[in-house]
Protein backbone atom coordinates (compact mmCIF):
# COMPACT_ATOMS: atom_id res chain seq x y z
CA UNK A 1 0.00 0.00 0.00
CA UNK A 2 1.27 3.47 -0.93
CA UNK A 3 1.57 6.02 1.98
CA UNK A 4 0.41 9.23 0.70
CA UNK A 5 2.50 12.63 0.76
CA UNK A 6 2.58 14.57 3.73
CA UNK A 7 3.43 18.09 2.61
CA UNK A 8 3.28 19.67 5.65
CA UNK A 9 6.01 17.49 7.10
CA UNK A 10 8.27 17.55 4.16
CA UNK A 11 8.06 21.11 3.97
CA UNK A 12 8.72 21.93 7.86
CA UNK A 13 11.31 19.45 7.36
CA UNK A 14 12.76 21.23 4.63
CA UNK A 15 12.95 24.39 6.29
CA UNK A 16 14.43 22.65 8.97
CA UNK A 17 17.35 21.09 7.28
CA UNK A 18 18.10 24.22 5.34
CA UNK A 19 18.11 26.46 8.22
CA UNK A 20 15.75 28.81 5.84
CA UNK A 21 14.61 31.81 7.36
CA UNK A 22 11.38 32.15 7.52
CA UNK A 23 8.10 34.49 8.80
CA UNK A 24 5.19 32.97 10.59
CA UNK A 25 2.26 34.72 10.44
CA UNK A 26 -0.05 33.42 13.37
CA UNK A 27 -3.93 33.97 13.57
CA UNK A 28 -3.75 37.34 15.38
CA UNK A 29 -1.41 38.91 13.50
CA UNK A 30 1.62 39.01 15.07
CA UNK A 31 4.25 37.64 12.70
CA UNK A 32 7.64 35.89 13.84
CA UNK A 33 10.88 36.14 11.88
CA UNK A 34 13.49 32.85 12.48
CA UNK A 35 14.21 29.35 11.18
CA UNK A 36 12.45 26.09 12.55
CA UNK A 37 14.50 23.74 14.71
CA UNK A 38 12.09 21.00 14.79
CA UNK A 39 8.49 20.28 15.09
CA UNK A 40 5.70 17.56 15.97
CA UNK A 41 1.99 16.97 15.11
CA UNK A 42 1.28 19.73 17.18
CA UNK A 43 3.73 22.18 17.58
CA UNK A 44 6.96 23.66 16.13
CA UNK A 45 9.67 24.85 17.85
CA UNK A 46 10.85 28.22 16.08
CA UNK A 47 14.68 30.31 17.15
CA UNK A 48 14.38 34.05 16.42
CA UNK A 49 16.53 36.40 17.68
CA UNK A 50 18.62 33.50 19.61
CA UNK A 51 15.59 32.70 21.60
CA UNK A 52 13.69 29.85 21.32
CA UNK A 53 9.72 29.53 21.05
CA UNK A 54 7.16 26.94 20.57
CA UNK A 55 4.25 27.42 18.82
CA UNK A 56 0.58 25.42 18.32
CA UNK A 57 0.13 24.55 14.90
CA UNK A 58 -3.59 25.58 15.70
CA UNK A 59 -2.09 29.17 16.00
CA UNK A 60 -0.33 29.67 12.68
CA UNK A 61 -1.54 30.83 9.56
CA UNK A 62 1.10 30.75 7.17
CA UNK A 63 4.83 30.17 6.60
CA UNK A 64 6.56 32.47 4.46
CA UNK A 65 9.96 31.42 3.35
CA UNK A 66 12.57 33.63 1.99
CA UNK A 67 13.66 31.19 -0.44
CA UNK A 68 11.40 28.38 -2.50
CA UNK A 69 11.60 25.28 -0.97
CA UNK A 70 12.38 22.20 -2.77
CA UNK A 71 10.05 19.06 -1.80
CA UNK A 72 9.46 15.86 -3.77
CA UNK A 73 6.08 14.82 -4.50
CA UNK A 74 6.58 10.66 -5.18
Known amino acids: ?3 SVNI ?4 L ?3 RKDNTFVTVYL ?3 FQLRGTV ?3 DN ?3 LFETEGKQQM ?3 HAISTF ?6 QIEFE
Do not use: H, S
Not at 8 to 11: A, E, L, N, R
Open 8 to 11: QDQF
Open 64 to 69: APQRNV
Open 27 to 29: LNG
Open 37 to 39: KGF
Open 42 to 44: FTV
Open 1 to 3: MKQ
Open 13 to 15: NQL
Open 55 to 57: IYK
